[in-house]
């Protein structure tokens, strides 16, 4: 049972328009869903009124993709979407909507991910390798539609025509013919060209107006149409920077663009901006590596509103891993603890480091947030930078293989997490402190795929929205509202269900923090899926609208607001 509960009225499901592979690559026809009673589960509030939306659209192309063989789901006999191929490369309808969707919510969320883990027969070993699906929903006068295509990137179009491999992903590579081959893919992965441009991992609004979809990859940067999600074309930076990687979460305001350059070669990174409208990055500074043979991973960063933060994880990048052909339990990277761990911080305007502090051992994919502390003279003092933290185990990484999110049996697997809070002091200080900004009890000891009201970026904040654990799990199953002044979260779970990242949109004229909602997709353990609303104040479900089938799992989203 979900944690917070509503009535089950009666509804119409609608009817909607979905691409169904054939023999022809085209549409049978548009599949209609009856009525039926979709939700089950008694609810708090009753009298609530359902939306009914349907949303006839053009046939649609598409391209038949076979689905991986069932395998045992996260607990449900199978059953689970979140770790299958999506069915077809693409499909839009509008949905049924239970519960109320605030009048206010005129916008689209937008949500990237990993959507087909297979090229035929082939099943991909990793969560990470599979090739992009963006996936929307569109909000307006209380309806909803939702939809999703396959990124039109280099690596999924020549995996299709050739139905194999052709680009190396996070744990794969193209399998060579002969070793003349072999040779040649490995010139090929030392210049960049065979590194993939599988745009899986984040999506961005730019300044602009631009949306662009991410991985780590540089050349892995897509630019799609946020109504229809076609892929328009690459993100082309204009300047000679050159570099093959750069962080997957940039940070991106109206007004700004940060993002890390990882260099290999001379261990460190280059502090970039890019200015709304341009496509040319400009260095602001260079943070050399302090420990280790390379620089440390820098999946995301935080900033503050005068500072960036840099990362130097023990968790660090290795060229030896990146030229196997099969993997290691670590992948890319190599766990080198005796090299340290470090936070940077460089000044905006001067690009001058103002502190390099030695921390304990961490590891992180995601930071939440960070700001600049002050004392009573208005003096800055440190920077606190929040992030989360898997208590420097690295194993994570290998949890994350499909074969093991397909077959959990019931023991507790999850790997501990919590809110890690850093203390940078600017007093010269050669250590930092890490510590955890709640007890990790509060939401499960599972704390990942995080947000904040992008009001408070950069800034002294409160709450944050993240996945969290009711164990026995092997995968983030609950949605968390932290609260970090009270130092308590609020759950929301279901039995079963897989929910992606939990997405805070605020409510326009809104003075609190946490007044709006907050937006996820959700696998159920019934093999179907929905999206989720939920208040950003009670964290209690206020609305939903079931999808035709059960989505892959998604990683990480942006809201466009409606023009």
Known sequence: MASAQFSSPRSSVATATMAVPGNSGGVRGGCSFGRANIFPRKYHDAGLRVRNVATRLPETEVLPEKELSPEKGVGCGGKLAAWTSIRQERWEGGLVVQGEIPLWLNG????????????????????????????????????????????????????????????????????????????????????????????????????????????????GSIVVDPETLETKGKFEYSDSLGGLIHSAHPIVTETEFWTLLPDLVKPGYLVVRMEPGSNERKVVGRVNCRGGPAPG???????????????????????????????????????????????????????????????????????INAY????????????IADCCEHNANATILDKLRLQNLRSFSGEDVLPDAR?????????????????AALDPNEHGRGMDMCSINPANLGKPYRYAYACGANRPCNFPNTLTKLDLMEKK???????????????????????????????SMISDKNGEGYALLLDGRTFEEIARGKFPYGLPYGLHGCWVPMK
């Open 108 to 219: 689209t969320y937008l949500r990237n991910g990993p959507g087909m883990w297979n090229i035929g027969e082939y099943n991909f070993r990793h969560l990470f390798d599979g090739y992009a699906t963006i996936v929307k929903l569109h909000f307006h006068d209380g309806r909803l539609t939702a939809g999703h295509r396959q990124i039109q990137s280099d690596a999924y179009k020549a995996a299709i025509k050739n139905k194999k491999l052709c680009y190396r992903e996070f744990s794969e590579a193209p399998k060579p013919d002969n070793f003349l081959s072999y040779v040649g893919e490995l010139a090929s992965l030392l210049s960049g060209a065979s590194l993939t441009d599988n745009a899986n991992t984040g999506v961005v609004k730019l300044g602009d107006g631009r949306v662009v979809c991410l991985t780590e990859t540089i050349k």
């Open 489 to 519: 979260a609020k759950t929301w779970f279901e039995e079963g269900a897989v929910p992606s990242e939990p997405y805070f949109v605020a409510r326009p004229g809104a003075t609190e923090e946490d007044d709006g909602v907050v937006i």
């Open 372 to 383: 600049e502390e002050q004392d009573k003279d208005g003096r800055v003092t440190a920077i």
């Open 419 to 435: 809110v890690g809070r850093f203390t940078i002091p600017l007093d010269g200080s050669p250590y930092g402190a890490l510590d």
């Open 297 to 367: 991973w820098v999946h995301s960063f935080p900033v503050t509103e005068h500072y960036v933060v840099v990362p130097e994880m023990p968790l660090r990048y290795c060229a030896q891993n990146l030229l196997r052909a099969e993997p290691t339990p670590l992948y890319k990277f190599e766990w080198h603890p005796l090299s340290k761990a470090f936070m940077h911080v460089m000044c905006k305007a001067s690009g001058k480091i103002v502190a390099s502090v030695e921390v304990p051992l961490y590891v992180t994919f995601h930071f």
